[in-house]
Every structure is written in structure tokens, then in C-alpha cells.
């Protein structure tokens, strides 16, 4: 493999990478928004919507770890690309 293909395959970043990110950002970002809101307002936002908020982030996080707990236990290592050209 040349150089320049392993640099181009490093700077790919895997989904699940991304995913992992997003969901810490949101829950983080929800939560700071949270405090600011009662902190300057003096008002509870929704207990119910703060458990879907958190529920619906854990499910993704859950699925995100099963998937790669499946592929790590059954020795596949399929990149986006492989899945693709399939």
C-alpha cells in the first residue's frame, strides 16, 4: 500500500467515531442549557422531556457499543467502503 492511501485511510473517520461525539456534545450541550435555563429563569424545563432526551442518546450509545461489541466478537473489521461495494 502506498503512502499516500494509508494517509487518506487514516483520515477517515468511522461513523461510529463520529456518532460517539455527537451523542457526548448533545447530552453535554443539553444539559449546560438545562442549568442556564433554570439558573436565570427560576423554571424547570420538563422532567419528562429531560428522560426521553437522555433516553433516546443512551439507546444510540447502547446500539453503538453493540455493534462494535458483534463485529470485535466475530473477528469482522468492515469498513464503510467494504459494506458498500458488497
Same mark, same amino acid.
Given at each position: 500500500?502506498?503512502?499516500?492511501?494509508?494517509?487518506?485511510?487514516?483520515?477517515?473517520?468511522?461513523?461510529?467515531?463520529?456518532?460517539?461525539? *455527537?451523542?457526548?456534545?448533545?447530552?453535554?450541550?443539553?444539559? +449546560?442549557?438545562?442549568? #442556564? &435555563?433554570?439558573?436565570?429563569? @427560576?423554571?424547570? $424545563?420538563?422532567?419528562? *422531556?429531560?428522560?426521553?432526551?437522555?433516553?433516546?442518546?443512551? +439507546?444510540?450509545?447502547? #446500539? &453503538?457499543?453493540?455493534?462494535? @461489541?458483534?463485529? $470485535?466478537?466475530?473477528?469482522?473489521?468492515?469498513?464503510?467502503?467494504?459494506?458498500?461495494?458488497?
Amino acid at each position: 500500500m502506498c503512502k499516500h492511501a494509508k494517509e487518506k485511510q487514516k483520515a477517515k473517520r468511522k461513523v461510529s467515531n463520529i456518532m460517539l461525539v *455527537l451523542i457526548c456534545t448533545m447530552i453535554i450541550l443539553y444539559t +449546560v442549557a438545562n442549568f #442556564a &435555563l433554570q439558573y436565570f429563569t @427560576t423554571i424547570e $424545563v420538563s422532567p419528562t *422531556l429531560t428522560t426521553a432526551w437522555f433516553s433516546f442518546w443512551g +439507546v444510540e450509545l447502547i #446500539a &453503538l457499543t453493540a455493534i462494535k @461489541t458483534t463485529k $470485535v466478537k466475530h473477528g469482522q473489521d468492515t469498513t464503510e467502503e467494504e459494506l458498500t461495494d458488497q
